[in-house]
């Protein structure tokens, strides 16, 4: 009896277990209606944040390797160190001019005999120089000499054991300020390189702007940037670059804000400023980071340009930043700061006759860069913020009616502040406003609707800076993992559906320097070599180069996925390539089997293309030595008529493009 009542129960549970089995791979049945097409989706849909955060400009994309290269940081002899013989004579004195320029004030003046021995300046780099072997780099100095000397530099790329893997030498420098150039060609690579000047002969010698470039550069663009780093962000295929911040645009204090005037014209005489995450946080505390403003607003604008981009400057409004000092200037006093903006308008827009026109074609862009949006503020709020961002509008708008202004709802996501900035806002009239959120996965699952129920009249959404932020781990990379990623894909589902309220977005921040970050995660991990995409970045690259022109409905029993039974989707059709797009983000670790149903569509072909971004491991992460742990795979899918069965993998997004005859 005993027996047979274990046996009953055992049955029990195996029918159970079986039943439940069954439940949970019951497809789930969903319906695309390309034929009910809704809002269009802009091309400045998905776009890239650009700030100099973490080393992203000076030691990242802008591809100078000399770290202090005139000598103008506080510490004039920061980054270099003198190299010499004991019982060496020479010296290094560092001069200021005095007024002759104020941009570039001080230099250094080289004192050499022939008793000196060997003597010499060896420059450091930004956490060393990444040096490749069998390339050419461009080494160039601003040098003169004193009356009767004769001094010779030898030029000397060497690795970190200091050994020469490249080298020249520059003489017969005149009594007069010049700039020297020599194409350096190298036979070895060095992770931590560093460039020597070793100084010969007998008299003074005095030099400044000491540069080394690789004589490859993005679009090979002089006073160019990284390759591969700008090509990484070239992938992503953006719609828009916001530049060059962030917090930077504000500045710790207002002496300290990025003011856009000081970083064009001729880039030896742009003046440098501290960096405010050199002092940001005590913890990544980095006492050699400075704005060189090499990369200044005219690569800004260049890049936007090499990169098919829309540009999307944000401008100081009069207010430093309100977690440091959040000093405001008076209203009185805010005249220079809207005379600043208006004249970046010019500058990328104007006539070549007109002031800042003029400037931009001697730069050497004498066609207009076509700026159509204009950020005023960054993370900004209370009243003083609206009081000074009513007046930019008012001047902007009257002299270029057709500028789309953003405006920005602050530092937080929700709350009294947002609240009342959207209210104020919404009383002038902005064309976007700027929503940031850096808040932990969690809160980007349960945010997928959060547009869905969006005022649809009101100022446009820019999603201007997002990031999921997981657990700190060790690596640098670390915290750009998996969880983070795939729940800013589902996120991600929801503006896209949202196309009509969110008109752009963009992750932030970009780039980061594993030995020189301040902030993670970020999208795009390098050293001085190698670069990584996280997969973050894939999920960018995944949705912004599969976006689609109008968001159609993907439903299941007429409602939006966005987050029952573990799903997230939209759908979108491409007018220009004929193809419907459907992205479907499965956050279960369970494959979920989906049965699709393509509605009044004829296919082009019985296959679809589709390509997955997955892993089983929430924690997994790419790094400079394993950089494609998680990125996405291509495969291709059986289509019968009109109908599609698809397996979502566990915790995966998919992206699938069906070929179709009409649209
Ligand atoms: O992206 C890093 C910082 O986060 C930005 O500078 C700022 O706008 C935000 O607080």
């Known amino acids: 009896m005993k ?70 940081f506080p510490m004039p002899m920061m980054g270099w160190n003198e190299i010499e013989t004991k019982g060496s004579t020479a010296s290094t004195l560092i001069i200021n001019h005095g007024k002759e320029n104020t941009a570039n004030l001080r230099y250094a003046s080289v004192s050499v005999n022939t008793a000196s021995g060997v003597y010499g300046l060896s420059n450091e780099g930004f956490r060393g120089m990444g040096i490749y072997a069998g390339k050419q780099y461009n080494f160039s100095i601003v040098a003169k000499d004193h009356p009767g000397a004769a001094v010779k530099v030898k030029v000397q790329l060497v690795n970190a054991s200091g050994k020469i893997i490249g080298e020249t030498t520059l003489e017969s420098f005149t009594t007069d300020w010049k700039k020297y150039t020599a194409v350096i060609s190298t036979t070895d690579t060095a992770q931590k390189g560093k460039l020597n000047l070793l100084f010969e002969g007998n008299g003074t010698v005095d030099i400044d702007v000491v540069s080394l470039f690789p004589a490859n550069t993005f679009k090979n663009r002089p006073n ?107 209203m009185d006093a805010l005249q220079p700061y809207i005379q600043d903006a208006l004249d970046l308008i010019e500058f990328a827009n104007g006539p070549v006759t007109t002031v800042w026109g003029k400037l931009r074609s001697d730069m050497g862009h004498p066609a207009p860069f076509n700026l159509k949006f204009i950020g005023v503020g960054n993370e900004q709020w209370e009243a003083q913020y609206f009081e000074r961002y009513k007046v930019f509008e008012k001047a902007i708008l009257a002299k270029y009616p057709n500028i789309k202004i953003v405006s920005g709802a602050g530092p937080y996501s929700n709350g009294e502040y947002f609240d009342m900035a959207w209210k104020e806002l919404k009383q002038l009239s902005p064309s976007l406003i700027d929503e940031h959120y850096y808040k932990p996965p969690k809160w980007f699952l349960d945010n997928a609707s959060r547009y869905d129920k969006y005022d649809r009249t009101g100022p446009k959404v820019f999603a201007g800076e997002y990031a999921a932020h997981t657990k700190d781990v060790n ?41 020189a970050w301040q902030w993670r995660p970020d999208l795009i991990w390098f050293d001085n070599l190698r670069s990584t995409g996280t997969p973050n970045y894939y999920v960018q690259k995944l949705f912004s180069t599969n976006r689609g022109t109008t968001v159609i409905p993907i439903l299941k029993n007429g409602e939006v ?30 494959a979920t089997p989906v049965k ?22 929430k924690t997994a992460f790419n790094t400079l030595d394993n950089p494609v742990v998680v990125a996405p795979e291509e495969k291709t899918l059986a289509i019968t008529n009109n109908k599609i069965d698809v397996t979502l993998d566990g915790s995966s997004l998919t992206v699938i493009r069906i070929a179709v005859k009409k649209l």
């Not at 540009?311 to 000093?327: F, K, R, T």
């Not at 759908?571 to 459907?582: G, M, P």
């Not at 149903?597 to 491991?617: F, H, I, N, P, W």
Request: net charge negative; with cysteine.
């Open 224 to 330: 160019g940037l990284r390759e591969d780093l700008a090509q990484k962000l070239a992938d992503l295929k953006p719609g828009f670059i916001r530049f060059p911040g962030g917090c930077i645009v504000e500045g710790r204090d207002l002496t300290n804000r990025y003011q856009w005037k000081t970083t064009v014209g001729n880039v030896d005489d742009r003046k440098l400023i501290m960096n405010r995450w050199n002092v940001e946080f005590k913890q990544k505390s980095a006492p050699d980071y400075f704005q060189s403003f090499g990369l200044g607003f005219y690569e800004y604008f260049q890049l936007a340009d090499d990169l098919g981009a829309e540009p999307l400057p944000i401008l100081n409004c009069g207010m430093a930043c309100q977690y440091n000092s959040a000093e405001v200037v008076s």
């Open 596 to 617: 699709l149903e393509l509605e009044k569509t004829a296919v082009q072909k019985q296959a679809a293309k589709m390509q997955v971004l997955k892993s089983a491991d």
């Open 3 to 72: 027996m047979k009542q274990t046996t009953i129960k055992l049955l029990v549970l195996v029918l159970l277990c079986s039943s439940q089995k069954i439940t949970a791979q019951q497809p789930l049945q969903l319906t695309v209606q390309p034929s009910k097409p809704g809002a269009p989706i802009p091309s400045t849909m998905w776009g890239i944040f650009f700030e100099d955060i973490n080393f992203a400009a000076d030691g990242g994309l802008y591809a100078e390797l000399v770290k202090n290269r005139s000598f103008e």
């Open 475 to 515: 690596a640098s990379e670390g915290r750009n993992n998996w969880e983070s990623a795939i729940a800013e894909a589902a996120f991600m589902t929801g503006l896209e559906r949202n196309a009509d309220v969110v008109n752009m977005a963009s992750y932030a921040p970009l780039l980061a320097h594993v030995e």
């Open 561 to 590: 996925l966005a987050g029952k039974d573990s799903v997230y989707a939209t759908a979108a059709i491409d007018k220009n390539t004929n193809e419907i797009i459907l992205k479907l983000v499965n956050i279960s670790a369970a």
